[in-house]
């Protein structure tokens, strides 16, 4: 079965700096994947997706790259700020339209 | 539009009692999906419905029943609630193949 590492649980950054996140994978070729942001007591939502054909994907200060031969995804947030301190899960394409999910990196941007 | 609602917010169960989770989307999304959201175990797809009158079974269905009578509504049923399934639930649309859509999630306690 597929196996979905994020880098780390936790990962403390200084304001304005880039926040790089790890998506690992494992026993499986996604077609796509993507990337969520959830706040504590919310549920996820979407932020970014890429297919296995697309080496990066741009949307304002987010960047993702996706490397089929590595099975590995990076997540940017440049310039980073305190807003955006959440958790980020990455998610695999799982057929039929479904969706598998990592455990998620908690993100603090430290003033 | 509301997007996906979720109800109820919170729930306290006994053990041996039964409750219906209501999802519903006015997105007119074919896909609707049920996850459970367990600490250090991530999002985990319990069934999904890929349009009125289906069901299917994700990773982790035993103990929970689902019904899609109506394209915007999606119920997930416990029969016989147990202290496992202590968890928050999350219910989610997709018009496919695309992002998912999210709601608040429902917070439910089994005693």
């Known amino acids: 079965s597929q196996k979905i590492e994020q880098n780390s649980e936790a990962l403390n950054i200084q304001e304005g700096k880039t926040a790089t996140l790890t998506c690992n994978y494992t026993?499986?070729?996604?077609?796509?994947l993507q990337w969520y942001r959830q706040d504590p007591g919310r549920g996820p939502v979407f932020l970014l997706l890429i297919r296995e054909n697309e080496k990066e994907k741009r949307k304002e200060r987010l960047k993702v790259t996706f490397d089929t031969t590595l099975k590995q995804s990076l997540f940017h947030i440049t310039a980073s700020q305190p807003a955006d301190s959440a958790t980020y899960l990455c998610a695999l394409e799982a057929g039929a339209n479904n969706l598998f999910f990592g455990t998620g990196t908690r993100l603090t941007v430290i003033p | 539009n509301a997007g996906v609602t979720q109800t109820p917010k919170f729930r306290v169960l006994k053990t041996g009692q039964s409750m219906t989770l209501l999802c519903a989307q006015d997105m007119n999304h074919e896909y609707m999906y049920w996850y459970r959201q367990d600490p250090g175990m991530g999002l985990r797809l319990i069934h999904y419905s890929v349009g009125e009158g289906t069901t299917a079974k994700g990773e982790v269905p035993d103990g929970y029943n689902v019904s899609r009578l109506k394209k915007q509504n999606f119920l997930l049923g416990l029969e016989s609630a147990a202290p496992s399934q202590t968890s928050v639930y999350f219910c989610?649309?997709?018009?496919?193949?695309?992002?998912?859509?999210f709601g608040p999630g429902t917070r439910l306690t089994v005693l």
């Open positions: 026993n499986y070729s996604p077609a796509y």
């Open positions: 989610a649309s997709s018009s496919g193949f695309m992002e998912q859509f």
